[in-house]
C-alpha cells in the first residue's frame, strides 16, 4: 500500500502544479545576465532558474498559467467572454509544429470512436440542476482572499499571519533572431503580526498591514487586513470574532496584469498566547439547550469535529485540537485537501482478535459445535461495550448526556432483541434448520464462481468448450477470507429473523432500517435473512407456493446486478433442496420484474429476440439479463466466433421451449444444465411465482395495467387469495425514494402493501419490511410516509461517538493511528474563465500524472478517471472536450514538461455509464472498467468513464481509485454515494476524489468555503428526505391509478374484464384502507383527500366506460398512458395513468422555422 499512498501523494502534486502552480522542472538555467539560444530546438526546456531553483515560465504568461490561487489588481473586471477550454494549451509553441516531428494526436481513433457513439446517443436536456447560476459578467476578478474565526486574545498573546507566495517578472529570451518574452517566479515571503490589544480596544476594530518594497512584492500593492467584532454569544470582551484577509489593492493602470498579480496565494494565521496556549476557539454555532432530536442527536456524535474558521472567496483550514478543544492555526487555502476516516465493520476485541463467526459452524457442518458459543460472543462483547459507554456519559457535556442516555438505550434494545434471536433458535427446532440451511446457502454462494469462464463453440463435436474446466463449490476447501459473517452482519440477521418468520412477533411490523457505508456487506446481510425467510416458509409447509420475497432498487443498473448475485444464492438454494426432501419439490427460483426496455415483457417478444440473436442481428438489444450461469461461471448469450472465413453467432444458454424460452447452462456438465431456476419474462413469472423476485419500484406502477400480475401475490382469478402472500419485503438504498418519487411510491405503497397482506381465518398478517439507507436524516418520518409504520429500528445504532458504533469503527492500525482514508480536493477556478477550461486542466494532469509511474501495477489504481456528471448535458459537454481540447492540451502538458511522444498520455478507451446505455451495454462498461492496467489478455484499460448518477448505487470495482465531480452533487447523501465507488479497498489502495465547483453558482461556492467543515462530518449534513404522498399533486397524479390498481388486482373476472359497471363496494374497500394511512402520515390532509377520492370515484361512475384500454378508436376506454396526447374527447373522460413512479409529462419540441421574412414587411408567398 505504500506505493499507492506515494503515488497518490504524486497526482495531487502534479494537480496542484497545474492549476496552482508552481512547477519547477528542468534543467538550471543562468538568467542573470541575459538569456540567448541559437536555435528554436536549443530553447526546449522545462527550464529552472539557477539562483533560486524557482520555476521559469517559457511560454504562457502566468494569468494564461495558472487560474487558482491568484489575487488580481484591484476591481479588474472579468472578461465578458471566457477563453476557449482549450485556448491556453494553442499558446504553446509545439514542437511538433516546429522541427517537423510527429504531431501525431493522444486521442487514439479507438478513443474516438468512443465519444463518436456516446455523442450520437440522445441526450434529455431536462434533467439538470435548477441551481441558480451567477453570470460572470460585471463581475471582477478576485484581488483578496479571507478567513474568520474565533480568538480568545488575553494580554500578551499574538496575531501572526504567514504567507509563502509569488508573483512573476517578465524577461526576454534571444532565440535564434527573435525575442521571446519568458517570466520568472519571484518568491515572497510574508509575516505581519498584529497588535492584540489594538484588536481589543474598540467595538469593532480594524487593522492593516502592507508588505514593504524590501519585501520583494515589486510593484504589487498587498495588504494583509484584519477585522474584529465581539463574539455574540458571549460577553468576554477578550472574545473577538476576526476575519482576516489578503488584498492586492495594486492599482491596475500602473504595468501588465502580469506583473501585478499574486500567485499560489494561502496564508495562515497564528494565535498563542505568551506561554504557547493555542487560542482559536471552535465557530459559533447554535447552543446545543436551542436544539431538539435529531439535531441534538448530530451534535453528540459529531461534537468533537467542530469548525474553527470559515473561507471568503477561499477555503479554510485549520490545525491540530489540542486537550481543551482549540487550535493555534487557521488556514487560508486556495486548493484545500481533506482526507476522511475509513470506516471498517472488521472489528476486533480488546484483545485484538477478529469479531467473525464462520458460518460453517452455523450451517452444522463442524462435528461437536452448533455455533451458539461465537453468537453468544457477539452479544456480549456488544453489551460490554454498552456497558463502557455508558460509564462515559458523566463526563459529556450537561446538555448532551441524555442524549447519550436515549442512544445507549437503544444499543441495549437491539441487543436484547440479539438475545432473544438466539433464545429463538434455541426453542424452535424448525427455525434453527432453517438457520442452518440459510448459513449453508450463503456460504455456497460465496464459493461459486464470479468471474466467467469463457465459451467457444466447437463446430467438429457440436459441443460447447469453456476455458476452466467446471467445479462446483466445496465448503470444506475455504480461504481465510470466505465464510465468515462481520459482527454487524449476524447481529442484524438475529435481530431480525423472528420477526421475519413469526407472523404474531411484536417486531413483525417494526421497519429494520440498515444503515452503514458503502462496501460494509448490508447486501450478504439482508440475503441471509432473506434465504432464512425462504426456507422457513418451505419447511413450514412446502406445498405453500408463491412469491415470498420482494426487493426492490431503484436504478436499473443495480436491479441487473442484484438479480445475477441473487440468482448465484438461489442457485445455492436449489443445491441444498435437491439434497434435502423436507424442502418439497418445488424449486427455488428467481423472477427480475423491470420494466420491458430490460427485460422482454411477453413470450412472444423474448421468441423475437431469441430469434434476432440467433441469426446474427448486431443491432438487437440482448434482454436477457444473465450474461453467465450463475452456478459455474459458464458464458451465456450470444458468441460471435470465425467459422472459416464468415463469422458466426451461436447462443449459449438461452434455449427455445415451446412459446418460451428458458435458461439452462450452457456446459453439459453443470447441475443446472437441463434448466436454471431463473426467469426474465413477465408471463412466466405470473405462471412460475419464483420464490424471490427482484424489481424496480417503477414497475410497480404497472399493477395498473396488468391485472395478471395479482399472481405474484397471490391473488387468484376470482380476487380472492389463493397462496400466501410475501411475507418479506426488502427495499434498498431507500435515500432514493425521496422528492416526487417518493410520494408516488408512498401513494402506491398502501396498495401493494395491501396486496402483501394476509387477511384469511380471521387475522391480519403484514409483511416484514426491511430497508438500507445511505442517511438516517429524519428516517423516521421517510418510513411513515412510505409504509405507514411508526415503528423503525436504525441498525447499528448510534453510540455517543461518530467513530464508533461497535459495529463500525474508523479504521486505526495497532498504535491507535488512523488507516488512509479517502482524499477530497475542491477545485474552484473563478479566474480561469470556464467550467470547460477548468475540466480540460484538471482532467489532463490527473491523467498524465500516473503514465510516470514506474509499473501497470502501481499505475493501475489512478489509471482510469470516473468522472461524475450531475446531469447529461454536463456530460455531454465534457465528451466534446475529450475530442479536441483535452488531446489538445495533452500535447501542450508533454510539451511543457519535456515530455516525449511515447511517454505522453494516450486515450484509448472513453467509455459512458448512463441511463442511455442499453440494458446489455451496462454489464459490458462494467467489464471494461474492471479491466486492469496489468491484465493478462493485454486489453486497454478504460481512460475515462463519464458517468451520472447511475453510479450512485451497484459499481462496486475495486480497482478504480481516481474520480471527479462536477458540480457539487444535488444532495449530500449522492456526493457519498457516489464518491464512494472509488477507493474502495482503502486498505490497498485508498482514494482521490477531485471536486470541481461551478464558481458562477453560489452553492458551489459555500460548499468550497467551507470545504473542511463539510468532508469532516460528511454524513451530519445529508439532508433529510422529502416524501408527501398524500399532498394535492401527488393526489391528482395518482390516486385515480391507485384505485384502478386496486380495483384490478383484487376484483373478480367481470371486473378484470371492464371497467363497467363501477365496482363501488370493491372502491369503498378502497377508501377504507387509504383513511387510515391519511390520518397516520399527514391527518392535515384528509378532508383534500376524501374530496379527491369522491370526485374520482364519481367520475369513474358518471362516464360509464366500457374498456380498459384504448384497442381501436371506437373504443370507450378509461385509461390512457401518461404523458401520450389525447384528444379534447378523450382528455374529458379518460385518465391518464402513469406506468412509472417517475414524472412523465407531455413532450413538444421546437424546431427553428425556415420560413424567414425576405426584408421587413414583406412576407415569404405562399403561406
Given at each position: 500500500m505504500s506505493a499507492n499512498i506515494t503515488n497518490r501523494h504524486l497526482v495531487l502534486k502534479a494537480l496542484r502544479e497545474e492549476l496552482v502552480g508552481p512547477s519547477p522542472h528542468g534543467k538550471e538555467l543562468d538568467f542573470s545576465s541575459g538569456v540567448r539560444f541559437e536555435s528554436l530546438?536549443?530553447?526546449?526546456?522545462?527550464?529552472?532558474?539557477?539562483?533560486?531553483?524557482?520555476?521559469?515560465?517559457?511560454?504562457?504568461?502566468?494569468?494564461?498559467?495558472?487560474?487558482?490561487?491568484?489575487?488580481?489588481?484591484?476591481?479588474?473586471?472579468?472578461d465578458d467572454t471566457p477563453e476557449d477550454a482549450g485556448s491556453a494549451a494553442i499558446g504553446l509553441h509545439s514542437r511538433d509544429e516546429k522541427d517537423g516531428q510527429s504531431s501525431d494526436t493522444p486521442l487514439?481513433?479507438?478513443?474516438?470512436?468512443?465519444?463518436?457513439?456516446?455523442?450520437?446517443?440522445?441526450?434529455?436536456?431536462?434533467?439538470?440542476?435548477?441551481?441558480?447560476?451567477?453570470?460572470?459578467?460585471?463581475?471582477?476578478?478576485?484581488?483578496?482572499?479571507?478567513?474568520?474565526?474565533?480568538?480568545?486574545l488575553p494580554p500578551g498573546s499574538k496575531v501572526v499571519v504567514e504567507a509563502s507566495l509569488g508573483r512573476y517578472k517578465p524577461v526576454e529570451v534571444q532565440i535564434d533572431k527573435y525575442d521571446s518574452t519568458w517570466w520568472l517566479r519571484v518568491p515572497i515571503s510574508l509575516v505581519k503580526e498584529f497588535d492584540v490589544e489594538a484588536i481589543c480596544a474598540t467595538q469593532v476594530a480594524k487593522l492593516e498591514e502592507r508588505l514593504q518594497p524590501e519585501e520583494n512584492c515589486g510593484p504589487i500593492d498587498l495588504r494583509v487586513e484584519l477585522y474584529a467584532r465581539p463574539n455574540p454569544h458571549d460577553d468576554n470582551p477578550r472574545q473577538r470574532l476576526i476575519t482576516v484577509c489578503l488584498v492586492n489593492r495594486t492599482d491596475p493602470g500602473i504595468g501588465r496584469h502580469d506583473e501585478l498579480c499574486i500567485f499560489q496565494a494561502s496564508f495562515e494565521v497564528k494565535i498563542t498566547s505568551s506561554d504557547g496556549e493555542n487560542l482559536v476557539l471552535p465557530y459559533p454555532e447554535a447552543p446545543i439547550s436551542a436544539l431538539e432530536g435529531e439535531e441534538k442527536s448530530l451534535a453528540l456524535l459529531y461534537r468533537n469535529y467542530q469548525t474553527y474558521g470559515v473561507g471568503h472567496g477561499c477555503a479554510?483550514?485549520?490545525?491540530?485540537?489540542?486537550?481543551?478543544?482549540?487550535?493555534?492555526?487557521?488556514?487560508?487555502?486556495?486548493?484545500?485537501?481533506?482526507?476522511?476516516?475509513?470506516?471498517t465493520p472488521e472489528i476486533e476485541d480488546d484483545a485484538g482478535n477478529p469479531i467473525r463467526v464462520a458460518m460453517a459452524v452455523l450451517a452444522g457442518l463442524v462435528p461437536g459445535k452448533d455455533g451458539f458459543d461465537e453468537l453468544e460472543r457477539v452479544v456480549e462483547l456488544y453489551e460490554a461495550w454498552i456497558s463502557k459507554k455508558h460509564s462515559q456519559i458523566s463526563k459529556l457535556p450537561p446538555d448532551l448526556q441524555l442524549t447519550a442516555e436515549e442512544h445507549l438505550e437503544n444499543c441495549g434494545r437491539c441487543a436484547k432483541r440479539m438475545r432473544d434471536g438466539i433464545d429463538y433458535l434455541k426453542a424452535n427446532s424448525l427455525a434453527l434448520r432453517a438457520f442452518q440451511l440459510a448459513n449453508r446457502a450463503i456460504l455456497v454462494q460465496q464459493l461459486i464462481r464470479k468471474e466467467p469462464r469463457i465459451a467457444s463453440y466447437d463446430y467438429k463435436t457440436n459441443r460447447w468448450r469453456f476455458s476452466d474446466v467446471y467445479s462446483e463449490p466445496d465448503v470444506g476447501n475455504l480461504r481465510p477470507d470466505q465464510g465468515q459473517w462481520r459482527a454487524f452482519q449476524i447481529a442484524f440477521l438475529l435481530m431480525a429473523l423472528r420477526s421475519a418468520v413469526e407472523e404474531n412477533d411484536v417486531h413483525r411490523e417494526t421497519v429494520e432500517l440498515i444503515w452503514f457505508p458503502t462496501g460494509g456487506g448490508k447486501t450478504e446481510a439482508y440475503l441471509g435473512l432473506a434465504a432464512f425467510a425462504m426456507f422457513m416458509r418451505r419447511l413450514k409447509d412446502p406445498a405453500d407456493m408463491g412469491v415470498h420475497v420482494v426487493t426492490r432498487y431503484t436504478l436499473r443498473l443495480l436491479t441487473a446486478q442484484q438479480f445475477q448475485r441473487t440468482s448465484r444464492l438461489v442457485c445455492a438454494m436449489e443445491y441444498i433442496r435437491q439434497q434435502n426432501p423436507d424442502l418439497g419439490e418445488r424449486s427455488f427460483s428467481i423472477g427480475i420484474w423491470v420494466g420491458g426496455g430490460n427485460t422482454p415483457n411477453s413470450r412472444k417478444e423474448a421468441v423475437d429476440v431469441l430469434a434476432k440473436l440467433s441469426s446474427g442481428d448486431r443491432f438487437t438489444e440482448n434482454k436477457f439479463v444473465l450474461g453467465q450461469c450463475p452456478w459455474c461461471g459458464a458464458q451465456m448469450g450470444p458468441i460471435r466466433q470465425k467459422m472459416g472465413r464468415k463469422w458466426d453467432t451461436k447462443i449459449a444458454g438461452y434455449s427455445r421451449r415451446e412459446k418460451t424460452v428458458i435458461y439452462r447452462c450452457p456446459d453439459s456438465e453443470c447441475r443446472f444444465s437441463s434448466e436454471l431456476p431463473v426467469y426474465v419474462i413477465d408471463e412466466d413469472i405470473y405462471e412460475v411465482k419464483p420464490s424471490i423476485v427482484i424489481g424496480t419500484v417503477d414497475k410497480f406502477a404497472m399493477l395498473a395495467w396488468r391485472p395478471e400480475a395479482r399472481a405474484l401475490f397471490g391473488i387468484g382469478n376470482d380476487g380472492s387469495r389463493q397462496y400466501s402472500p410475501p411475507g418479506l419485503i426488502i427495499q434498498d438504498e431507500l435515500h432514493l425514494i425521496s422528492g416526487p418519487l417518493g410520494s408516488m411510491v408512498g401513494l402506491y405503497e398502501t396498495v401493494v402493501e395491501e396486496l402483501c397482506t394476509d387477511r384469511r381465518q380471521g387475522r391480519i398478517v403484514r409483511p416484514k419490511i426491511v430497508s438500507s439507507t445511505a442517511t438516517t436524516r429524519r428516517y423516521e418520518e421517510q418510513i411513515k410516509a412510505l409504509y405507514g409504520r411508526t415503528n423503525v429500528v436504525l441498525f447499528p445504532p448510534p453510540g455517543i461517538d461518530a467513530d464508533d458504533s461497535f459495529f463500525a469503527r474508523y479504521a486505526r492500525d495497532k498504535t491507535g493511528k488512523p488507516q488512509p482514508g479517502r482524499i477530497y480536493v475542491g477545485v474552484h477556478g473563478p479566474g480561469l474563465g470556464s467550467l470547460q477550461t477548468v475540466q480540460v486542466r484538471t482532467f489532463t494532469a490527473l491523467m498524465q500524472a500516473p503514465v510516470a509511474f514506474p509499473n501497470p501495477e502501481e499505475q493501475d489504481p489512478w489509471w482510469t478517471l470516473l468522472i461524475f456528471f450531475n446531469s447529461l448535458r454536463e456530460l455531454g459537454t465534457t465528451l466534446s472536450l475529450f475530442q479536441s481540447d483535452i488531446p489538445d492540451y495533452l500535447k501542450a502538458v508533454a510539451n511543457r514538461l519535456g515530455v516525449t511522444y511515447g511517454s505522453m498520455r494516450k486515450l484509448w478507451r472513453i467509455r459512458e455509464l448512463t441511463g442511455r446505455l442499453k440494458s446489455d451495454e451496462v454489464p459490458e462498461a462494467i467489464a471494461d472498467l474492471e479491466v486492469a492496467c496489468n491484465n493478462p489478455n493485454k486489453l486497454r484499460p478504460v481512460d475515462a468513464c463519464l458517468a451520472s448518477n447511475i453510479l450512485e448505487v451497484g459499481v462496486d470495482i475495486d480497482r478504480l481509485s481516481l474520480m471527479a465531480v462536477v458540480g457539487q452533487p444535488k444532495s449530500t447523501s449522492q456526493y457519498i454515494q457516489v464518491t464512494g465507488r472509488v477507493g474502495r479497498r482503502w486498505w490497498e489502495r485508498p482514494g482521490l476524489v477531485v471536486t470541481i465547483y461551478t464558481a458562477s453558482k453560489p452553492r458551489d461556492r459555500s460548499h468550497f468555503e467551507k470545504f473542511r467543515s463539510y468532508h469532516e462530518r460528511l454524513?451530519?449534513?445529508?439532508?433529510?428526505?422529502?416524501?408527501?404522498?398524500?399532498?394535492?399533486?401527488?393526489?391528482?397524479?395518482?390516486?385515480?391509478?391507485?384505485?384502478?390498481?386496486?380495483?384490478?388486482?383484487?376484483?373478480?373476472?367481470?371486473?378484470?374484464?371492464?371497467?363497467?359497471?363501477?365496482?363501488?363496494?370493491?372502491?369503498?374497500g378502497l377508501k377504507a384502507i387509504l383513511l387510515p394511512r391519511v390520518d397516520v402520515i399527514d391527518p392535515s390532509e384528509t378532508e383534500n383527500f376524501v374530496r379527491v377520492f369522491e370526485k374520482r370515484a364519481s367520475e369513474w361512475a358518471r362516464w360509464k366506460r366500457t374498456v380498459w384500454e384504448m384497442k381501436s378508436p371506437d373504443d370507450d376506454f378509461l385509461l390512457r398512458f401518461a404523458g401520450d396526447f389525447a384528444d379534447s374527447g378523450s382528455r374529458l373522460l379518460s385518465w391518464p395513468v402513469p406506468t412509472s413512479m417517475r414524472n412523465v409529462d407531455a413532450e413538444c419540441q421546437a424546431e427553428i422555422t425556415r420560413l424567414y421574412l425576405l426584408e421587413e414587411d414583406e412576407e415569404v408567398k405562399g403561406i
Open positions: 530546438k536549443d530553447s526546449y526546456g522545462p527550464w529552472k532558474q539557477k539562483e533560486n531553483g524557482e520555476e521559469a515560465l517559457q511560454r504562457d504568461p502566468p494569468t494564461k498559467r495558472y487560474g487558482i490561487g491568484v489575487l488580481y489588481p484591484w476591481q479588474i473586471v472579468a487514439t481513433s479507438q478513443g474516438a470512436a468512443d465519444i463518436e457513439k456516446s455523442l450520437a446517443r440522445d441526450i434529455n436536456f431536462d434533467d439538470g440542476l435548477n441551481d441558480l447560476d451567477l453570470s460572470a459578467s460585471n463581475t471582477y476578478r478576485p484581488s483578496s482572499m479571507g478567513i474568520s474565526f474565533l480568538a480568545y479554510a483550514d485549520w490545525g491540530e485540537k489540542d486537550g481543551a478543544g482549540n487550535v493555534g492555526t487557521v488556514k487560508a487555502e486556495c486548493l484545500p485537501v481533506f482526507e476522511t476516516a475509513s470506516t454524513y451530519a449534513h445529508v439532508e433529510p428526505a422529502s416524501v408527501t404522498p398524500f399532498s394535492p399533486p401527488a393526489l391528482d397524479r395518482a390516486l385515480h391509478a391507485v384505485m384502478v390498481l386496486y380495483a384490478r388486482q383484487f376484483g373478480d373476472e367481470s371486473v378484470v374484464r371492464r371497467p363497467y359497471p363501477f365496482p363501488g363496494s370493491l372502491i369503498e
